[in-house]
């Protein structure tokens, strides 16, 4: 017979096992059912391994740029096999805490592939041989998803690399091609160049950073460009061609054609969901280009099956998923919690200069119909901007004009991705004009630019 649980999650990301979690704290009975390593793509091949590569990255800058401030050391080098294994290292940490705490909450793991098997149940496999039959009243999937291919571009391993690859590389390409300049993709252009290598970023779309400000795309394209990289826009790749221990890119940009060589190229071109083989036939859940669909409670058409996370379509985040995870389980449980608004996420790119954003850009609050008041505040009139070294970037918002509702922020500089949050809770609060510019921030802060640009869209600033 199978084994009955209150709730059953298939895949242990962040927003597969935080469900869980959340579940357990409710008196469920759960189980969780992963094929892979519990946490994910994040935990382990996502967000947390880059960041200590981005870490590393920013200390190797540092160790070149000591003269800035007073110091000397001669011949700074790196160990780049031993920078790979700590960022496998920190992954590793994390993955097993995940499995601390679904001992902690007395969740049961199966190990191995989780299938839809009728009405309220799922089999779940591994290496193509049964494992169990369990039975659950409520099913979330949270399959994440994976790397979209594009054809002609397959990644093999050794040339051609995806972001799993550009995690654990032999070694430091002294040539690489990064191709499409979302979060992933930027984020490992930026720390290539910033360990050593000579790196060409290429976007298809008119600009890098594409889902960002104009200006803040702007600014990184600069930015970028002053470091170092060279970036190609409104580029078509035509082609790769692999030759020895080389590869080559052949690109259409500006009515011109031309091949760039490089030891290695990561194509970063978007993801797709891991729809396949969950057992979706003959149920009525629905698949929109690979995500399954569902409303602001992770309700699918199918009664008992919700999905979660980067399954269930943009913004591929992982925060999304854990909250979108909360969100299903507490509305299981009967705690009325409020739908998902995707405007109040924070998406935040981890380059250098880092990049953070919240709610409408510009240009999307003038299409939805606003008429906005803009304020801007560059890190060149911040104190501690100027004491750290980093005065470059900007923080940028964008209020309504008739109601001075906070209907964006968009930040690049010196740790925003730590600042955006302070915003993030602005709009969860629907709070206006008034409230951001009656509250007191502490000096000298870096967010103290953030005040200082609410304060431009009112022409009261301070400190420009």
């Not at 050593?196 to 200006?215: F, K, M, N, W």
């Not at 699918?300 to 999304?320: F, M, N, Q, R, S």
Request: aromatic share 6%; proline share 5%.
């Amino acid at each position: 017979m199978a084994e009955e649980f209150d709730l059953v999650v298939v895949g242990g990301g962040p927003g597969g096992y935080v469900a869980a979690i959340r579940a357990a704290q409710l008196k469920m009975k759960v189980a969780v059912i992963e094929r892979e390593n519990l946490g994910g793509i994040c935990l382990n091949w996502g967000c947390i391994p880059t960041k200590a590569l981005l870490r590393a990255a920013e200390i190797n800058h540092l160790l070149h740029s000591l003269d800035h401030y007073g110091f000397a050391v001669d011949n700074p080098r790196f160990d780049f096999a031993k920078v790979i294994k700590r960022s496998r290292n920190v992954a590793n940490q994390l993955s097993s805490g995940v499995k601390g705490l679904m001992k902690k909450h007395r969740i049961t793991v199966f190990d191995g592939h989780g299938k839809l098997a009728g009405p309220g149940k799922v089999a779940v496999s591994k290496d193509g041989k049964p494992v169990a039959e369990i039975a659950a009243k409520h099913i979330i999937l949270a399959t994440g998803a994976r790397a979209r291919v594009l054809p002609g571009m397959e990644p093999d391993g050794k040339l051609i690399w995806t972001y799993r690859e550009a995690l654990v590389p032999d070694a430091l390409p002294k040539r690489l091609i990064v191709i499409g300049s979302g979060a992933i993709g930027s984020e490992f252009a930026s720390f290539y160049l910033n360990m050593g290598s000579e790196v060409t970023l290429i976007e298809v779309l008119d600009r890098i950073l594409p889902v960002e400000d104009a200006e803040v795309s702007a600014f990184v394209h600069k930015a970028f460009t002053k470091q170092g990289m060279k970036v190609i826009t409104g580029a078509k790749v035509q082609g790769v061609r692999k030759e020895g221990d080389s590869v080559a890119a052949i690109v259409e940009a500006g009515g011109k054609v031309t091949e760039i060589k490089a030891d290695r190229l990561i194509s970063a071109v978007g993801i797709v969901g891991n729809v396949e083989d969950l057992g979706l036939e003959g149920t009525k859940v629905k698949v929109d280009r690979t995500h399954v669909v569902i409303d602001g409670y992770g309700r699918t058409g199918e009664p008992g099956v919700y999905a979660i996370g980067d399954l269930a379509g943009p913004p591929w985040l992982a925060h999304k998923a854990m909250h979108e995870g909360v969100i299903v389980v507490e509305a299981i449980a009967g705690l009325h919690p409020h739908e998902m608004d995707v405007t109040n996420i924070p998406g935040c790119t981890y380059c250098r200069p880092q990049v953070a954003s919240v709610g409408l850009t510009e240009a999307a609050a003038k299409a939805a119909g606003h008429e906005v008041r803009i304020g801007r505040f560059p890190f060149i009139g911040n104190g501690k901007a100027i004491a750290l070294g980093e005065p470059e970037g900007f923080i940028k918002t964008v209020f309504d004009a008739r109601t001075g509702a906070m209907l964006g922020a968009h930040m690049v500089g010196p740790e925003v991705t730590e600042m955006i949050q302070g915003y993030g809770i602005a709009r969860t609060l629907e709070t206006t004009e008034a409230e951001l510019m009656a509250t007191v921030f502490p000096h000298p802060t870096l967010s103290e630019a953030m005040h200082e640009s609410v304060l431009d869209a009112y022409g009261k600033v301070l400190h420009i």
